[in-house]
């Protein structure tokens, strides 16, 4: 996504709130709710590795932080410091009795000695900051301001609180926007393991926690939202601009009158959002919405969709004294959206239109509101139950599996490896020194014994890092790159993995978090992880907010070198392999191929080659997705079986379909693998049809992908000829998939099947299809 010309047509339904049974916001609710307590080490086992006595501080608090920021200028870099504990370092009252807010702003706004955090000077992917809280009660009197960059990380032992006073001057607690950048371009920010306790805010009051208009590569994970029962007062909103993330989960909300509450934006997966006597749980508009394994009690309405545009769908959730599961606006209305409710428990009102129930209680299968294609041919289903299956091998107790991200709480700090301090085995993170076999050895020798730290900085590596089974690894999110450099990864027609997650066949453990990939040249041959690796159970092989970013930041030549043809600049062979032997489970990934400079301006004329291809049989998940802008595909399954996907979200290369002779394949004509496109369903000089693909699927079985963008971002006259490729498959569905600036929403081998009158004219002038069911 960029940050300019986004002319999307947005009209927000207006639907009326159904009535609620009675009121059920007895005080004492607080009091007696579980949902909120805090947590203590979860039961996982980690095959060799035993958990130490968890006894606080967090181990992240303690192990040396000796990181850098490596492309600052070398007059900051030596006065900037990544990790800021906001006790220790900053002087933040944790008691709860003195105001924190100067200390915490401190902590997050602090730079070089030459600039501020919150100047803007220090560039978009130059100055991460990882900000982390002591357990502890910090008392908040006004606006907390994120900048880019940022990731708050609470003690996930013992959560901290951040507290608002009842004095407070503005109406939310902490910013997640940083006013130097546009909310469409305000990629990575985070948030996780923090309480927010709003508890002594007169409750009349339209007051909320944290507002959240950030895009991609961005998270939220592990909050508690406290807000007095009865309230006003909102969770989780989204008051800036029209923005763009992926996912917001693992998040309980007590109280208030929304848990989220989201007036903008264009798509989400909301997985595992628990409230508990919130009015509402979750009232989004946008394109298309995925609500997951949610559970909502106690309240008016659990989820009101009614201004969601092109598709809603809800699996996996419960609701328990819930007036009205789901609110959705009339089909015929501006929004039109598409409904896909799947195994839902909740014994009242399912789903409501208007003021209309028109379903009621459980549902087990699929209920499918919106154009269906199935036998060869569309119909518009009002209101359908289906009963497709689920593959068995993507479900734990009959839902689709979800892990949240590892924290490792359970281990001390001696099961920890800060990869920059093993004796005899130098690792610089300097973004100039190829430290690949030194990490290599290294993650050789811990393997199944320790947990290996990445602290910030650019991991230059000329040659493959192979994480082998037994290997678990943490980043400091925004800061901590992989990146390759070499040539090595130069020739287009032998790609070359950069990051390889173990070899064909081998089963075991790799769990990866909060690392950055990237290249620091062009590299043509340069595929950038690959995964082969499979588990004994599902989550043993893991990636979470894992992001890619390919030119656009500090670093890389593909960022200075690409001003010129697309075809000087191949700048990686593709981002994601998943071979068949793999099984992993992928949560908030942003495959990027840069279309515009974060640190700058300069051109970005980048043909990176393909966004992911999924050859994996025995189980893959991959919840809040995202490949963009990339040449010849964006997904690509091929032979795949037991793929699960909740949210994907692909654009084209802004360049394609605009800019005369770059037909597709092109410029990756002459080094094409047998799995790539040939583009022989397009003439040679059709230009709107010689664009990426957004997702193929070739003769797999048993894939189910709910909640899709297919996005073009060409202007008038263009849309794009085709989105998605069909063939040979067997029980293949689609739930939920909505393109802008198609002519074809489904092709079958380059044949037309689900033209873009058949789905359905959301908002957004997005076309939708609720489901599409092929074999
Ligand atoms: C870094 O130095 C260059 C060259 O002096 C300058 O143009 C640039 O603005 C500096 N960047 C920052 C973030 O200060
Ligand atoms: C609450 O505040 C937000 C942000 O200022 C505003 O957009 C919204 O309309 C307000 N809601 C009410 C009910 O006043
Ligand atoms: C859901 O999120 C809560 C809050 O972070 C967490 O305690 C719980 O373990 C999560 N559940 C699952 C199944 O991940
Ligand atoms: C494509 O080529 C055909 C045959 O040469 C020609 O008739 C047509 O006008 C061309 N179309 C475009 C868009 O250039
Ligand atoms: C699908 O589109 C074709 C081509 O416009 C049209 O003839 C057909 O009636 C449409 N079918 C449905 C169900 O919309």
Redesign the pocket.
């Known amino acids: 996504m960029r940050f300019c010309s986004i002319s999307v047509a947005f009209a927000i339904a207006i639907g009326s709130v159904a009535g609620s049974p009675a009121s059920f916001f007895n005080s004492g609710y607080l009091a007696r709710d579980a949902g909120i307590e805090q947590r203590h080490g979860k039961a996982e086992s980690y095959g060799p590795l035993k958990a130490s006595k968890a006894t606080p501080p967090y181990w992240l608090e303690n192990i040396a932080h000796n990181g850098e920021s490596s492309h600052l200028n070398a007059s900051d870099k030596t006065s900037y410091t990544v990790f800021r504990n906001v006790v220790k370092d900053f002087g933040a009252d944790n008691t709860g009795k003195k105001d924190a807010t100067a200390a915490l702003q401190r902590a997050i706004s602090t730079g070089s000695t030459t600039a501020d955090r919150a100047s803007g000077r220090l560039g978009h992917t130059t100055q991460p900051a990882v900000v982390y809280i002591p357990s502890g009660t910090y008392l908040i009197s006004a606006t907390l301001q994120l900048y880019v960059s940022t990731i708050v990380i609470g003690d996930p032992n013992n959560l901290p609180v951040f507290k608002a006073a009842s004095s407070f001057s503005s109406n939310v607690m902490l910013n997640g926007q940083d006013p130097n950048h546009p909310s469409l371009g305000m990629f990575y920010a985070g948030i996780r393991n923090v309480v927010f306790d709003t508890t002594s805010v007169a409750p009349g009051r339209n007051f909320s926690a944290l507002d959240w208009t950030v895009s991609q590569a961005t998270q939220v994970n592990n909050l508690a939202f406290k807000m007095p029962v009865g309230s006003a007062h909102t969770g989780i909103t989204c008051q800036n601009t029209f923005y763009s993330n992926l996912i917001l989960n693992d998040l309980v909300f007590e109280g208030g009158a929304y848990g989220i509450n989201f007036p903008n934006g264009i798509q989400w997966a909301f997985k595992n959002i628990t409230t508990r006597g919130t009015k509402v749980g979750i009232k989004t508009v946008g394109a298309h919405v995925l609500v997951q394994a949610s559970d909502f009690r106690d309240a008016d309405v659990a989820i009101d969709g009614s201004g969601v545009q092109a598709s809603l769908t809800v699996l996996d959730s419960v609701g328990v004294n819930v007036g009205t599961f789901v609110l959705a606006a009339d089909a015929k209305g501006v929004s039109r959206n598409n409904l896909i409710i799947e195994n839902v428990k909740n014994p009242g009102r399912t789903v409501v239109v208007g003021l209309m129930p028109v379903l009621l209680g459980d549902v087990v299968g699929q209920w499918i509101r919106g154009?269906v294609f199935a036998d060869g041919?569309?119909?518009?289903q009002p209101g359908k139950l289906f009963n497709s299956a689920r593959p068995a091998p993507l479900l734990v107790n009959g839902k689709y599996f979800t892990m949240q991200q590892p924290s490792y709480q359970e281990f001390g700090l001696e099961s920890f490896v800060n990869v920059k301090t093993v004796e005899g085995l130098a690792v610089k993170g300097d973004g100039v020194t190829d430290d690949s076999k030194n990490i290599n050895k290294i993650l050789k020798q811990y393997a199944g014994s320790k947990i290996i730290y990445f602290p910030s900085g650019t991991y230059i590596v000329a040659n493959t890092m192979i994480i082998p089974s037994g290997s678990r690894i943490v980043g400091d999110s925004y800061g901590t790159v992989i990146s390759g450099s070499g040539k090595v990864f130069s020739d287009a027609k032998k790609p070359v993995a950069m990051v390889k997650v173990g070899n064909a066949g081998d089963v075991g453990v790799a769990q990866l978090s909060d690392l950055f990939l990237t290249t620091a040249d062009i590299l043509p041959g340069c595929k950038v992880l690959e995964v082969n690796m499979a588990g004994t159970k599902p989550g043993d092989v893991g990636l979470w907010n894992v992001q890619y970013r390919i030119g656009g930041g500090m670093g890389s030549k593909v960022r200075t070198n690409c001003g010129g043809s697309q075809a000087d600049c191949l700048a990686v062979w593709g981002l994601l392999h998943l071979t068949p032997s793999s099984s992993a489970y992928i949560e908030n990934m942003w495959g990027w191929t840069a279309d515009h400079d974060l640190d700058g301006s300069l051109p970005q004329n980048i043909a990176s080659g393909r966004g992911a291809l999924i050859e994996a049989k025995k189980g893959t998940w991959l919840l809040g997705t995202s490949m963009e802008h990339h040449v010849l595909y964006h997904y690509n399954f091929q032979n795949a079986e037991n793929v699960y996907a909740g949210l994907q979200q692909t654009e084209t290369p802004y360049w394609q379909g605009v800019q005369p002779n770059t037909l597709a394949p092109w410029p990756w004509a002459d080094a094409l693998a047998p799995t790539d496109p040939m583009f022989k369903n397009c003439a040679a000089n059709n230009t709107y049809c010689r664009m990426a693909w957004m997702e193929i699927i070739y003769n797999s079985k048993d894939l189910v992908l709910y909640s899709a963008s297919d996005l073009a971002y060409i202007f008038s006259p263009g849309t794009q000829t085709n989105a998605i490729d069909v063939k040979g498959n067997q029980r293949v569905r689609l739930y939920g998939t909505n393109t802008l600036h198609f002519q074809n929403i489904f092709t079958g081998d380059g044949q037309v099947l689900?033209?873009k009158?058949?789905g359905s004219a959301g908002g957004f002038e997005m076309d939708s299809v609720a489901g599409y069911f092929e074999g």
């Open positions: 154009p041919k569309t119909t518009y689900v033209p009158q058949n």
